[in-house]
């Protein structure tokens, strides 16, 4: 079946280096993907999306990166700072399909 | 501009009692989503509604789970004769109406979160 996974549930980095949060997924169907931060006690919050025509994204301070051939996704957040600390997880989904496939989580731990 | 509203935020129920939780989308949004969220879990898809219709339950349980979008007021998840598998964190997200998880405009709630003694 569908899935999409997480290769590390945490991550620890000192503030002002760089983060990279990695996902992979199985559906090769799926054409469009979002990163989702969630802080404790808080519902997820829209970071960054991209679609399968494009392998890479760059927002503030955020880039995702996406390889089609092994089904792999990436975040990378730049200058990381306190406040990036939260969980983040990965979502898919495919033209059509009214619902987002999550994975599992990494949670990020930004230290001083 | 309120955001996806959902309530209670908390909620206690004791085995065998229902448990009731609502979602206010966001406004001029006409389309709601149910997931459900276990400690250290990502979100699991449970229902997509539109206003008095279900598009799209092909994740809630088939027994003791319910869900509405009336008319007039907010999306309504029903759980009947909790169990303490129900304890989880249950989210809402709303949507336009002409758009939806494949434009990244799907915004969420603070969820509710429900734990069964």
């Known amino acids: 079946g569908e899935s999409v996974g997480l290769h590390l549930p945490t991550l620890s980095v000192q503030e002002g280096d760089n983060s990279i949060i990695n996902c992979a997924y199985s559906?090769?169907?799926?054409?469009?993907f979002i990163w989702y931060k969630q802080e404790s006690g808080k519902g997820p919050q829209f970071i960054i999306d991209i679609r399968s025509n494009m392998d890479k994204r760059q927002g503030q301070r955020v880039t995702v990166l996406l390889n089609k051939t092994v089904k792999h996704l990436s975040l990378q957040i730049a200058a990381t700072q306190p406040g990036d600390s939260a969980v983040y997880f990965c979502?898919?989904?495919?033209?059509?399909?009214?619902?987002?496939?999550f994975g599992q989580g990494t949670r990020l731990t930004i230290n001083p | 501009n309120a955001g996806v509203m959902q309530n209670p935020r908390h909620l206690v129920r004791r085995r065998g009692q229902e448990a009731r939780l609502r979602c206010s989308p966001m406004k001029g949004h006409s389309h709601v989503y149910w997931y459900r969220q276990l400690p250290e879990e990502g979100l699991k898809f449970m229902v997509y509604l539109q206003k008095e219709n279900i598009i799209d339950e092909s994740g809630m349980p088939k027994e003791r789970f319910s869900a509405e979008f009336p008319k007039e007021g907010p999306s309504i998840l029903r759980i009947q004769q909790v169990v303490r598998g129900d304890s989880a964190a249950y989210f809402c997200?709303?949507?336009?109406?002409?758009?939806?998880?494949?434009?990244?405009?799907?915004?969420f709630g603070e969820g509710s979160r429900l734990t069964v003694l």
């Open positions: 997200a709303s949507s336009l109406l002409t758009s939806g998880p494949t434009t990244g405009e799907l915004f």
């Open positions: 979502a898919e989904n495919h033209e059509g399909a009214q619902k987002l496939v």
């Open positions: 559906n090769s169907a799926s054409d469009y």
